[in-house]
């Protein structure tokens, strides 16, 4: 066959996306024409398609070199420069387009999106306008326009476009995932999730499509939604542990899951991602009375709930009996990641080296104990720990369940988070408790002052529930509106930061609302606030007389805030971890009499301290000062018993080691 028909074969093939027959045919015209420029373009294409974007611009080059006045070839030439992420050339590359024919509106809008991955919003701004009076009903200009005005700090007039980008290419998956992406950041969470599920429809065979909606499922409150993706993600692409992980911790709320459940689903991730690997030795000194090398890894040294929680705890440690290291393992560096610094003797950057390299810079600082604060969170690196990084490895319990890793010694916890003989059958780890509880607050600065109790002046009692909306499922809405049918006009305020609460109609809302509803509360009883500044958090959560928690995931953070700003909290302490955390804090600050331990419990203590306004007023007057003075604020105190116990557990290595 003349090339020239091989050419219109391979073109023909081109044009129906069968990328191999036409790969084959032009590697059968450049075997005979290595010159031949349509044969190198096509080719281009095909790789470029193929995700081969550096292999891909390499031809390309080729075939613009051969002929250089081809505009359809150097603008294929700066698409797969973008690709290949040379964003810069990709911008030359359209910029060369363009003073060939100016008028060709394609290169002009990949000018402008190009101008956008360089910086250059301004001259983004300016083309992409330009190429819209050409192409007005483009939805790729749209979605570019939206993106420069995002990048600009310009949500109101991003939004616009990305609205318009959606009506011009209502199925694209480009355009769903930006405008996905863009609107769930903003503060749309129920458009954005509608996005993605149209995003995972649109490609149901992308792993990356299902966990994006799982992502904005879970930020809207959709726990089983969410969970629905992330099972969809895993299926098309097992080999993937953080879409594992996240399913776990997704798991943890699950009311239907049990503590043996969660260790046999955590031990499964062991399975799929971990192989065995033969023990290596360490060089560390087996001398048991010496200054300890402490190290903690964790992703979570920036700006969240755990600086109310960590930092007390390294303040206290006896620097001359502890060495503290800390191995950064997260992306987020802000304001609180300079604070972390402060608190270490050494500070190691590990975010960006893979797990050998991160077992290599443990094992080189000759670390003791090798502290876990993430768990399977988002920037989890549990892989290190399976690698023995440390001749002691223990969980911290920022994460609410066992890891599920045989390299993992030990967890710490307390007597009321995990009484003895009722939840050691969940871990793998051997448990640790700490006599006066493993957790430490400290109040933010500039907290304001403790209201005076809400019900006196409002003649009706306001109960608050402050969490995840994650976190409701029908036994919590069955307690929360027995609660209020027990206390006559009382009202019922849920605030979070999903900006969803502040907009009616929006499923975080409506799904709440519709649940009281069926259970006999009036919508009008319930009010709904969004996200707020931490001091006017702080000040609403004081609106409140008494707080609702949640089961069988409770509280912490909002546990602690809310006895800050006098607010007591009911809980239901349940038989596993992450159901026993608030009643942990509540008996340990004296408020045991709070706790429930059944949700017809749950129902009638609440209704029945709310109903007490005498000992509410007394309680709201003292409860500052009293949880002030109680174990969950000492933290000097804890520290010391948290020192012995890495003692024990050091001497115990040592033993080990020596014999």
Same mark, same amino acid.
């Given at each position: 066959m003349e090339t020239t028909a091989v050419f219109e074969a391979a073109q023909h093939h081109l044009e129906r996306g069968d990328w191999d027959a036409c790969r084959l045919l032009c590697e059968e015209i450049l075997r005979r024409e290595p010159a031949h420029a349509g044969a190198l373009h096509?080719?281009?294409?095909?790789?470029?398609?193929?995700?081969?974007?550096?292999?891909?611009?390499?031809?390309?080059?080729?075939?613009?070199?051969?002929?250089?006045?081809?505009?359809?070839?150097?603008?294929?030439?700066? +698409?797969?420069? !973008?690709?290949?992420?040379?964003?810069?050339?990709?911008?030359?590359?359209?910029?060369?387009?363009?003073?060939?024919?100016?008028?060709?509106?394609?290169?002009?809008?990949?000018?402008?999106?190009?101008?956008?991955?360089?910086g250059r919003l301004e001259e983004a701004l300016a083309e992409a306008r330009h190429a819209l009076r050409e192409a007005p009903e483009s939805a790729f200009l749209h979605r570019t326009m939206g993106r420069v005005f995002a990048a600009m700090g310009r949500p109101a007039e991003a939004a616009l476009y990305f609205r318009q980008c959606l009506l011009f290419g209502p199925d694209n998956p480009n355009n769903l995932e930006s405008a996905g992406d863009f609107f769930g950041k903003s503060g749309e969470e129920s458009l954005s999730a509608e996005l993605f599920a149209r995003l995972s429809e649109r490609l149901p065979e992308s792993p990356g499509a299902w966990s994006r909606s799982a992502?904005?499922?879970?930020?809207?409150?959709?726990?089983?939604?969410?969970?629905?993706?992330?099972?969809?993600?895993?299926?098309?692409?097992? !080999?993937?542990?953080?879409? #594992?992980?996240?399913?776990?911790?997704?798991?943890?709320?699950?009311?239907?899951?049990?503590?043996?459940?969660?260790?046999?689903? #955590?031990?499964?991730? @062991?399975?799929?991602?971990?192989?065995?690997?033969?023990?290596?030795?360490?060089?560390?000194?087996?001398?048991?009375?010496?200054?300890?090398?402490?190290?903690?890894?964790? !992703?979570?040294?920036?700006?969240?709930?755990?600086?109310?929680?960590? *930092?007390?705890?390294?303040?206290?440690?006896d620097r001359r009996n502890i060495e503290l290291f800390a191995y950064r393992a997260g992306a987020n560096e802000d304001?609180?990641?300079? %604070?972390?610094?402060?608190?270490?003797?050494?500070?190691?950057?590990?975010?960006?080296l893979s797990d050998g390299e991160v077992d290599e810079t443990i094992r080189g600082d000759r670390i003791d104990i090798l502290l876990d604060v993430s768990g399977h969170l988002p920037q989890m690196r549990l892989s290190v720990f399976a690698r023995r990084a440390a001749p002691v490895q223990i969980a911290y319990p920022r994460y609410p369940c066992t890891t599920g890793l045989d390299a993992m010694d030990y967890r710490i916890t307390d007597q009321w988070a995990d009484p003895a003989g009722l939840t050691e059958s969940h871990y793998c780890e051997k448990l640790l408790r700490i006599?006066?509880?493993?957790?430490?607050? @400290?109040?933010?600065?500039?907290?304001?002052?403790?209201?005076?109790?809400?019900?006196?002046?409002?003649?009706?009692?306001?109960?608050?529930?402050?969490?995840?909306?994650?976190?409701?499922?029908?036994?919590?809405?069955?307690?929360?509106? &027995? &609660?209020?049918?027990?206390?006559?006009?009382? %009202?019922?305020?849920?605030h979070y930061m999903i900006r969803d609460?502040?907009?009616?109609?929006?499923?975080?809302?409506?799904?709440?609302?519709?649940?009281?509803?069926?259970? !006999?509360?009036?919508?009008? %009883?319930?009010?709904? #606030?969004? *996200?707020?500044?931490?001091?006017?958090?702080?000040?609403?959560?004081? @609106?409140?007389?008494?707080?609702?928690?949640?089961?069988?995931?409770?509280?912490?953070?909002? &546990?602690?805030?809310?006895?800050?700003?006098?607010?007591? +909290?009911?809980?239901?302490?349940?038989?596993?971890?992450?159901?026993r955390v608030s009643a942990a804090i509540l008996s340990r600050a004296g408020l045991g009499d709070w706790v429930a331990t059944t949700e017809s419990e749950y129902a009638e203590i609440a209704s029945r301290q709310a109903l007490n306004l005498p000992a509410l007023l007394e309680l709201r007057r003292t409860l500052r000062t009293r949880f002030a003075a109680?174990?969950?604020?000492?933290?000097?105190?804890?520290?010391?018993?948290?020192?012995?116990?890495?003692?024990?557990?050091?001497?115990?290595?040592?033993?080990?080691?020596?014999?």
């Open positions: 096509c080719l281009g294409l095909v790789l470029a398609k193929d995700g081969d974007a550096e292999r891909a611009a390499a031809i390309l080059e080729k075939a613009v070199a051969i002929r250089p006045d081809d505009l359809s070839g150097r603008h294929s030439l700066g +698409v797969a420069y !973008g690709l290949a992420g040379r964003w810069q050339e990709a911008a030359a590359t359209f910029r060369t387009c363009l003073a060939f024919d100016p008028t060709h509106v394609e290169s002009r809008s990949s000018h402008a999106s190009a101008l956008l991955e360089c992502a904005a499922h879970m930020a809207m409150g959709a726990r089983e939604s969410a969970a629905g993706a992330l099972r969809k993600a895993l299926a098309l692409d097992p !080999g993937n542990p953080r879409v #594992h992980s996240a399913l776990l911790y997704s798991s943890i709320m699950d009311p239907a899951q049990s503590g043996e459940g969660l260790l046999t689903a #955590h031990r499964e991730w @062991q399975t799929a991602f971990i192989s065995p690997a033969p023990a290596r030795p360490f060089a560390n000194s087996s001398e048991p009375e010496r200054r300890i090398r402490l190290g903690i890894l964790s !992703g979570e040294f920036s700006s969240g709930s755990i600086d109310f929680f960590l *930092p007390p705890i390294l303040r206290h440690h304001s609180g990641t300079r %604070r972390y610094k402060q608190l270490f003797h050494h500070w190691r950057d590990v975010s960006d006599p006066s509880g493993y957790l430490v607050y @400290q109040p933010p600065d500039g907290a304001p002052s403790v209201a005076a109790l809400p019900a006196r002046a409002n003649r009706y009692v306001t109960f608050g529930f402050f969490q995840t909306p994650l976190k409701l499922n029908h036994g919590v809405f069955d307690a929360l509106a &027995t &609660t209020m049918l027990q206390v006559p006009e009382s %009202r019922m305020l849920f609460f502040d907009r009616p109609g929006r499923f975080a809302r409506q799904r709440i609302e519709s649940a009281m509803d069926e259970r !006999g509360i009036d919508p009008a %009883r319930l009010v709904f #606030h969004g *996200p707020l500044p931490l001091s006017d958090h702080l000040a609403l959560v004081g @609106q409140t007389d008494v707080a609702l928690d949640a089961f069988p995931f409770s509280g912490q953070t909002n &546990t602690c805030e809310c006895l800050w700003m006098g607010v007591p +909290v009911v809980t239901l302490a349940g038989a596993r971890f992450s159901a109680s174990p969950v604020l000492d933290g000097a105190r804890v520290v010391r018993e948290l020192e012995v116990v890495y003692r024990q557990v050091w001497r115990v290595w040592c033993g080990s080691a020596a014999g």
